[in-house]
């Protein structure tokens, strides 16, 4: 790739933090760094990756209004976490998280454990356990 | 009256980089006087490599990547020109983690970490994925912050104790672990030409014989019928997901552009100055043109995932575009192993 021919599609992926660094040839056929803001097929897979995160954060969200599952299991997807890694953070066993996804294990949890949740969310024990949030 | 933290900061000079990993190593060693760019410390530690695993999943959608476990570029480059590195771990204990860091910075010693990406603060939001493998600098602390150096990031930024804690003890795949280092000593003199064909051998041998069909030139052609036969075996949304997968991977921040093909031309035209190696600047070139078939790849999967209800016709391309590349990076392969022996 020439260095005129380095893309710049802004689909605003970088948020206007930094530009990246994408290694071309100038005029002279030397390697040189030319910074770009982005690239349409790149910007396209990364909308298609949080496409799909997006969906299934709105399809847990649903199932928790309906009471099918905990608010747990909707911070969890939204922050793009499986059970594996959420029993990581919270130094448990994957079941013991998998029981607190049920509605019915949900409303039993003692304040500290609530707490752990949403430290691990970034969020209040307040708003985790408020379903109206979500709506 | 307003307090001041007196620790000292070091006078750190921050370069930005495609890569964490070659940039931290670059950035650390340019302290300690040792002018090395992106593409050598990339080059040197044989960071050009291809597998594609569909037995490993993340989120369901199987792993293919462009460069060598993290952490192995490091460990070549050090051993190639004799560094040491002094390494820590600590494993349950954030504070001692801190306490050492901060030792460390009242010595003036510039420490690199690995970190987790998804609570990094001042990375932007569509790039914060539980990554846990990314490497910064920290160099110095003042009122309570520290500075730091992210070899991704433009200029310098900082983070608070509390911040620095949670991305250092991020959990996962490759947790760090508050995982630290820092260099201990270089050598008077180094072989740089000597490191740079050790770099190039082994680049060329795990590409063209590691005998797994998911690893190197291997890897490249077995791809290509996994995605030929996508759009038939997995329907139109997950065989869109798949492909682009590769994309993000080849595309991703830190491959400086075509899965680091770019990046390893850069190293073949500095390491024929540096040696005085004619081919190699010409070899560069043909690693330039390897690295616009990549590109158009991924315009292929771009028009694939827009339009993944009528896309059939594009996988056939896009696997006849893997197979043309898989037919010239290995040419390519054993043209740059002949060159230097």
């Known amino acids: ?90 130094g448990l066993w994957r079941w013991t998280v998998k029981k607190h996804l049920k509605p019915k294990h949900f409303s039993k949890l003692s304040d500290k454990r609530l707490t752990q949740y949403a430290d691990i969310f970034n969020i209040t024990p307040e708003q985790l356990t408020d379903i109206n949030e979500l709506k | 009256m307003r307090t001041v933290e ?110 987790g990406v998804y609570h990094l603060s001042y990375f932007p939001a569509p790039y914060r994925f539980h990554f846990n493998a990314h490497n910064i600098v920290v160099f110095g602390r003042e009122n309570g912050a520290y500075n730091i150096s992210d070899p991704i990031m433009e200029d310098f930024t900082r983070l608070d104790y509390k911040e620095l804690i949670r991305v250092r003890y991020a959990k996962g795949v490759f947790a760090p672990k508050g995982h630290m280092y820092w260099v201990e000593e270089i050598p008077g003199t180094i072989d740089l030409n000597s490191a740079i064909y050790k770099g190039i051998r082994q680049t060329c041998k795990h590409m063209l014989t590691i005998p797994l069909h998911y690893f190197g030139v291997k890897g490249i052609r077995f791809m290509a019928k996994k995605v030929r036969n996508y759009p038939r075996k997995l329907g139109p949304r997950k065989a869109a997901l798949f492909t682009g997968q590769i994309v993000r991977a080849q595309e991703e921040i830190g491959t400086g552009g075509a899965g680091f093909r770019f990046m390893y031309a850069a190293f073949l035209q500095e390491a024929s100055k540096i040696t005085g190696n004619k081919e190699l600047k010409a070899l560069s070139y043909e690693m330039t043109a390897i690295g616009d078939m990549w590109r158009e790849f991924a315009i292929i999967t771009g028009r694939i995932v827009k339009n993944r209800n009528k896309a059939d016709e594009s996988y056939k391309h896009a696997a006849d575009l893997l197979l043309a590349i898989a037919d010239k990076e290995e040419t390519f392969y054993k043209k740059l192993q002949a060159s230097i022996s």
């Not at chain 1, 298609?48 to 709105?58: F, G, H, S, Y």
């Not at chain 1, 199932?63 to 099918?68: C, D, E, M, P, Y």
């Open chain 1, 1 to 90: 790739m020439k260095k005129n021919e380095v893309p710049q599609d802004d689909a605003n992926m970088l948020q206007g933090k930094f530009r990246e660094p994408v290694y071309s040839l100038d005029e002279d056929g030397n390697y040189t760094i030319v910074k770009s803001v982005g690239w349409d097929p790149k910007n396209t897979v990364m909308q298609q990756a949080w496409d799909n995160i997006n969906e299934k954060v709105e399809e847990t969200k649903e199932k928790v209004i309906n009471g099918q599952l905990s608010p747990i299991a909707y911070y969890m997807e939204k922050n793009i976490m499986d059970i594996g890694l959420l029993s990581k953070y919270m």
């Open chain 2, 6 to 115: 007196t620790e000292n900061i070091m006078t750190f000079e921050h370069s930005q980089a495609a890569h964490c990993e070659n940039g931290v190593v670059s950035n650390l060693l340019r302290y300690y006087e040792l002018e090395l760019s992106e593409p050598m410390v990339f080059g040197i530690g044989s960071g050009l490599f291809f597998s594609h695993m569909p037995f490993l999943k993340v989120d369901g959608i199987p792993v293919t990547s462009f460069r060598p476990l993290p952490g192995i570029i490091f460990k070549r480059i050090s051993k190639r020109l004799g560094i040491t590195f002094i390494k820590k771990r600590f494993r349950n204990s954030p504070q001692k983690a801190m306490e050492a860091l901060n030792a460390n910075i009242s010595k003036g010693i510039p420490t690199g970490m690995l970190v």
